[in-house]
């Protein structure tokens, strides 16, 4: 069977302090899968650091870009040797790619965050993100940028830390049959078919017409030699998203896949949204997929 395993992993770095619980995720997946895990570090361009729209003396721009030479030299070191340690310690080997062996590498990039994510992220098969944190205004427009602009699954990893890959042992899926949970399934397979338990969560009537139901999603898995199990709860008028991270907890789950952001993202950041609630309340990792 095709595309049930990754074999690259993608998480983007600036010193922020948000990357080592991330790593950890990341290297935990790359250890299930045998995959490689290819850490961004990025800082911005002298340029970006100058005052917009102010006329600056030749002697101030150069001691700006010399600070800021300076400044991305030493987050870059600190960030290299906090990198080969967690490596150490994740048992990831420093080095060049090996099929079926995991393996890591540490990229520096000069520019924005969001950018890296675009270059390096459309060749990963899973882009890892912290989750954002709006009140600090950390990791919002990356998240942003990883689900939008790399085409790819994005792996939102709370602030709890994790041992081992046991997270992905069970599965859980939210399932409307939308656009968004089809790209979800078809993107996050190497997860469901790789998992020991597979939860569908459905909402209402399963045999509606309009969209494949839970039944069809099932019935899919099966001909792709995945068992499953349906889940269905009556949506109780608050917010989905937040019951289908109750309902994973419920069941057991470590890992929620879902189609993300069916309402415009802006929409849902301004007023609200599943999956707004999903990203900004979860306690598990969860896969995302526009």
């Given at each position: 069977?095709?595309?049930?395993s990754i074999h690259s992993i993608m998480m983007p770095v600036r010193g922020d302090g948000k990357g080592d619980n991330v790593f950890v995720h990341a290297a935990a997946?790359?250890?299930?899968?045998?995959?490689?895990?290819?850490?961004?570090?990025?800082?911005?361009?002298?340029?970006?650091?100058?005052?917009?729209?102010?006329?600056?003396?030749?002697?101030l721009r150069r001691q700006i870009e010399d600070a800021?030479?300076?400044?991305?030299?030493?987050?870059?070191?600190?960030?290299?040797?906090?990198?080969?340690?967690?490596?150490?310690?994740?048992?990831?080997?420093?080095?060049e790619p090996e099929l079926g062996r995991p393996t890591a590498r540490f990229i520096e990039y000069e520019g924005k965050q969001v950018d890296a994510v675009q270059r390096y992220g459309r060749l990963a098969d899973l882009v890892c993100v912290a989750k954002p944190d709006p009140k600090l205004n950390l990791g919002v427009n990356t998240l942003k940028s990883a689900l939008f602009s790399s085409g790819r699954?994005?792996?939102?990893?709370?602030d709890q830390a994790v041992s081992n890959a046991d997270f992905a042992d069970h599965v859980t899926i939210g399932w409307n049959g939308s656009l968004?949970?089809?790209?979800?399934?078809?993107?996050?397979?190497?997860?469901?078919?790789?998992?020991?338990?597979?939860?569908?969560?459905?909402?209402?009537?399963?045999?509606?017409?309009?969209?494949?139901?839970?039944?069809?999603?099932?019935?899919?898995?099966?001909?792709?030699?995945v068992a499953s199990d349906i889940r269905l709860f009556t949506a109780s008028g608050r917010n989905v998203g937040r019951q289908l991270l109750s309902e994973t907890k419920d069941v057991g789950g470590g890992?929620?896949?879902?189609?993300?952001?069916?309402?415009?993202?802006?929409?849902?950041?301004?007023?609200?949204?599943?999956?707004?609630?999903?990203?900004?309340?979860?306690?598990?990792?969860?896969?995302?997929?526009?």
């Open positions: 069977m095709t595309n049930t997946l790359a250890n299930r899968f045998g995959a490689r895990v290819r850490v961004v570090h990025c800082h911005p361009k002298p340029d970006d650091m100058m005052p917009y729209g102010v006329v600056i003396p030749s002697v800021a030479h300076t400044s991305a030299d030493s987050t870059r070191d600190k960030m290299i040797e906090e990198f080969q340690a967690l490596a150490s310690k994740c048992d990831l080997t420093i080095g699954p994005v792996m939102i990893c709370p968004e949970a089809t790209r979800a399934v078809a993107m996050a397979m190497p997860f469901i078919a790789n998992a020991k338990s597979v939860t569908i969560l459905h909402t209402g009537n399963s045999s509606d017409d309009k969209y494949p139901g839970a039944e069809q999603l099932q019935r899919y898995f099966e001909l792709r030699g890992l929620l896949i879902i189609g993300a952001y069916h309402d415009s993202y802006e929409r849902e950041s301004l007023f609200g949204g599943n999956s707004q609630a999903i990203v900004a309340e979860a306690d598990i990792p969860v896969v995302l997929v526009h």
